[in-house]
C-alpha cells in the first residue's frame, strides 16, 4: 500500500489485515481506543482468527482470547510504528455477566461461527491460556490483562493515564460505586537512545555525538557556578557541591532521547507547599532557602517552574456529546495530549528523523530578579517565583534539525480503529497528518465525512489567519 494514496484518509477493513499491507516503520505515533470487551457490537462481519475462531472483535467467548486478539493486532502496530514510536490505548473493563458465572463457551455467546458452521458452544483453539471462570459481578479485568499482555510481548508501558470523567454516564448499581473513569495507556518500543539533540547546535542526528569528548562551544561548554559565586567553596568554606572546588562546571550540550516525547505542562493548582509552605516564609533562617527543612532539594539544581509543572497523570476531562450514531467515541481533549507529545509536527522528508522542539536551559534569576511579574502572567504563585533562584525555562528555544537540508512534512498518526474519526479530527487540527482503519463500512463513510467538514473548516480557518 503507496503512503500517498492513504494519506488523511480512513482504509476500509479489519485492523490486523490492513496493518499487514502497511509499509513498515511509517507512523510517529497510535492512537485508539478498541471495542471493549463483551459490551456492545459494532455490526462487523464476523472475523476468521489465526487461531480459529471466527467472530466479532470484543465478542469472544473468553477474555483472555480477545487480549490475544488485541494484542496480534498491535503487534502490527509495533512493525508500523517508527523506532522512537508510540501507542495510546483507551480502554474500560467489563462486569461478569449477569446471568452467572462467565465461564468460556457460555450462553450468550451461541451466535458464533467455526468453519462456515452455526455451533452451540464457540470453538476456539486454546490460546496461551483460557481463564476458567470470573464469577459473576465480577470485574474482568480487561485492562490489566491487555497492560500485562503487551509487557509481557515487549512493550514499554510508561504511563497509565486514568481519564476521569466528571460527566461520566450514571448506573443504575446500588451495590458498588459508579465508575467514572477509564485508563488510558502509553506504550513505546524502545527504551534505548535512538536520537541525540543538541541545544546549543540546534542539531538531531541518529548517530552517537561525542559529548563531552568533542569540541568545546558546540558539543559541550563551561558553566561558571552559580552555587558558590564561582569561589568553589559553600558557605561554610567547604568545597562546592556542585562544581567540586573548580568554580566552573562542565555543560554537555547533547542529549538523548529513547523515543519521540514532547513534555507538556500544567498549571500549578495550588501553591507549592514545598520550600517553607505557601509562603516561602524562612523559617529562622536568613537564606532563601534556609529553615524549610529541605536539606536535599537546597541544593538541588532545579526549582519549581514558574511556566508550569510536569502534567499529571489524572486527566480530567468531559464526555463530548456527539450526533453521530456511534456511541464509543472518546473526546477530543482526550487525545490531544497523547499527539502533541508523541507525533512531531514535523519530520524530515528525507531521513524521517523528527524536527525536536528544544527547551531552553535553565536560566539563573537572582532572588526577586523580575520573575513577579512573569509567574503572575503564569498563573503560578509569585512566591515561589520571588524565591525561585533557578528553573528549567521550559521555553521553546526552537527546534533541532537533522543535517537533511530537506522538506519537512507533518508527523503521522495511526488509528485503526477509527469509529467516528476524531483521531483524524484532532490530529488535522494540531497540523498532523493520519491514517485510519475501520471494518465498519457506514463509520468509514460517516468519518470520512466528518473528517471532511473539519478540513474545509481548518482551511477556513488557516486562510483568515494569513488575511490578518
Ligand atoms: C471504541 S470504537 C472507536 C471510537 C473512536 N475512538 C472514536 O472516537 O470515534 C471501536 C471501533 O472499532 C471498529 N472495529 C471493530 N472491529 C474492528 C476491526 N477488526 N478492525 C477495525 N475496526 C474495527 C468498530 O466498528 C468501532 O467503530
Ligand atoms: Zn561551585
Ligand atoms: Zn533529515
Not at 480512513?10 to 485508539?32: H, M, N, S, W, Y
Request: charged share 25%.
Amino acid at each position: 500500500m503507496n503512503l500517498e494514496t492513504i494519506l488523511n484518509s480512513i482504509i476500509p477493513g479489519d485492523a490486523l489485515k490492513v496493518q499487514r499491507e502497511l509499509p513498515e516503520g511509517i507512523f510517529d505515533c497510535a492512537v485508539t481506543s478498541p471495542p471493549y470487551w463483551a459490551l456492545r457490537k459494532y455490526d462487523t462481519e464476523g472475523l476468521v482468527w489465526e487461531d480459529g475462531w471466527r467472530g466479532e472483535l470484543g465478542s469472544e467467548p473468553d477474555p483472555l482470547l480477545y487480549i490475544d486478539h488485541l494484542v496480534q493486532i498491535f503487534m502490527e502496530t509495533w512493525r508500523v510504528l517508527k523506532p522512537g514510536g508510540s501507542l495510546w490505548v483507551n480502554i474500560s473493563d467489563t462486569y461478569s455477566g449477569s446471568g452467572g458465572d462467565h465461564l468460556p463457551g457460555a450462553g450468550r455467546y451461541k451466535h458464533i461461527q467455526y468453519q462456515g458452521k452455526q455451533i452451540d458452544k464457540p470453538y476456539f483453539k486454546t490460546p496461551a491460556m483460557t481463564l476458567k471462570s470470573i464469577r459473576a459481578k465480577s470485574q474482568c479485568c480487561i485492562p490489566e490483562r491487555l497492560k500485562i499482555a503487551m509487557v509481557d510481548n515487549g512493550w514499554i508501558c510508561r504511563d497509565t493515564i486514568i481519564w476521569y470523567k466528571p460527566n461520566g454516564i450514571p448506573e443504575s448499581c446500588t451495590d458498588r460505586f459508579t465508575r467514572n473513569f477509564e485508563y488510558f495507556y502509553h506504550f513505546v518500543k524502545s527504551n534505548r537512545t535512538i536520537y541525540w539533540t543538541n541545544s546549543k547546535t540546534k542539531v538531531i542526528t541518529d548517530k552517537k555525538p561525542p559529548g563531552t569528548k568533542g569540541i568545546e562551544g558546540e558539543d559541550w561548554d563551561y558553566k561558571d557556578c552559580e552555587y558558590c559565586s564561582k569561589t568553589g567553596k559553600d558557605g561554610n568554606g567547604n568545597i562546592c557541591y556542585r562544581c567540586k572546588g573548580k568554580g566552573k562546571y562542565l555543560i554537555n550540550h547533547w542529549t538523548g532521547h529513547d523515543y519521540y516525547f514532547e513534555q507538556q505542562l500544567e498549571k500549578y493548582t495550588s501553591e507549592l507547599d514545598r520550600w517553607g509552605g505557601p509562603e516561602f516564609k524562612p523559617v529562622g533562617g536568613k537564606g532563601w532557602n534556609e529553615g524549610t527543612g529541605q536539606e536535599l532539594d537546597r541544593i538541588r539544581d532545579v526549582r519549581p517552574n514558574p511556566y508550569g509543572r510536569n502534567k499529571r497523570s489524572v486527566w480530567k476531562i468531559k464526555l463530548q456529546p456527539s450526533n453521530l450514531p456511534h456511541f464509543a467515541a472518546y473526546p477530543e481533549a482526550l487525545i490531544e495530549t497523547p499527539i502533541m507529545s508523541c507525533c512531531p509536527e514535523f519530520v524530515c522528508t528525507e531521513c524521517g528523523l523528527p524536527a525536536y522542539p528544544l527547551m531552553g536551559d535553565p536560566v539563573s534569576i537572582k532572588d526577586g530578579g523580575g520573575c513577579k511579574n512573569l509567574a503572575d502572567e503564569l498563573g503560578t504563585s509569585p512566591t515561589s517565583a520571588l524565591r525561585t533562584k533557578q528553573w528549567n525555562s521550559h521555553k521553546h528555544t526552537g527546534y533541532a534539525k537533522c543535517a537533511c537540508d530537506a522538506e519537512f512534512k507533518p508527523g503521522l498518526v495511526l488509528d485503526m480503529f477509527m469509529g467516528t474519526g476524531r483521531t483524524g479530527i484532532v490530529a488535522r487540527k494540531l497540523n498532523r497528518n493520519y491514517v485510519g482503519i475501520e471494518l465498519n463500512q457506514k463509520y468509514v463513510k460517516m468519518a470520512t465525512n466528518e473528517l471532511r467538514i473539519c478540513e474545509d473548516i481548518l482551511r477556513e480557518e488557516r486562510k483568515q489567519l494569513t488575511i490578518f
